[in-house]
């Protein structure tokens, strides 16, 4: 079964490419950026007087030697597009771009000012045989949520809109990751995760670990820190 890729009917198949040292972006998710390299300004200025979309791809380690120009970017991005803007008189914009769809970019079709990436929509899959174990893991997935909410109110904030959206669980993941504080490779690979169940799992085990970090902290505070000598 593939579920998923909600681009508009118009994509053309190709987008241009806005490359960042830390930044992804998930499907589902919205992300408030500023933009004002000369290049990007172009890239969203067209953008905006097109089909409004822009994919989000994560630079490979090593980009700082060559950021002016094209450094290599992982080969899974999030085509998102712009649902808010606000431009300023000197070319800046500030944009929120809303992810779309998993983007597994191809050949450039333009090198400059900005890339442009023919590329091939990745949908969500489920194996027939395992959709009802992936429908558990998803409401297993939600009630973790529910618990890391519980303990903390700007998660519970961050996350309510995954939480009380009814998703299916593969976009539930992608929501819920969004929120997380992941280290950015961490975040790379759920992106890369097209499988739901595997996306679903690495989640549930972020979500799992926070909690027993906060269970631990709670246990040193109730016994007291040990005695430490200087």
């Excluded at 909600?6 to 930044?23: C, D, H, K």
């Excluded at 558990?136 to 009380?164: N, Y």
């Excluded at 670990?209 to 000598?229: C, D, M, S, V």
Aim: charged share 25%.
């Amino acid at each position: 079964m593939s579920v998923g890729g909600e681009l508009p009917a118009f994509f053309s198949g190709q987008a241009p490419i806005f490359a960042l040292p830390s930044t992804v972006l998930f499907p589902g998710a919205r992300l408030p950026l500023h933009i004002f390299e000369p290049r990007y300004r172009e890239m969203t200025r067209r953008a905006l007087e097109g089909d409004r979309l822009i994919a989000i791809a994560l630079l490979r380690p090593g980009w700082e030697s060559d950021y002016e120009g094209n450094p290599p970017v992982h080969g899974m991005a999030t085509v998102g597009q712009i649902i808010m803007e606000q431009a300023f008189p000197d070319g800046r914009y500030n944009i929120v771009l809303e992810g779309l769809a998993r983007f597994r970019v191809g050949e450039l079709v333009q090198e400059a000012p900005y890339r442009i990436a023919r590329g091939e929509l990745v949908h969500d899959l489920v194996d027939p045989v395992e959709e009802a174990a992936v429908r558990t893991k998803g409401l297993h997935l939600h009630a973790l949520g529910e618990r890391v909410a519980a303990e903390d109110f700007r998660f519970a904030a961050a996350a309510a809109r995954a939480l009380c959206s009814g998703a299916e669980p593969g976009r539930l993941a992608d929501l819920l990751a969004a929120e997380l504080e992941l280290d950015v490779s961490t975040r790379q690979e759920i992106l890369e995760a097209a499988d739901v169940g595997a996306r679903v799992e690495a989640v549930a085990a972020q979500l799992k670990a926070r909690l027993e970090r906060e269970e631990e902290a709670r246990r040193r505070k109730a016994g007291g820190e040990p005695w430490k000598w200087n």
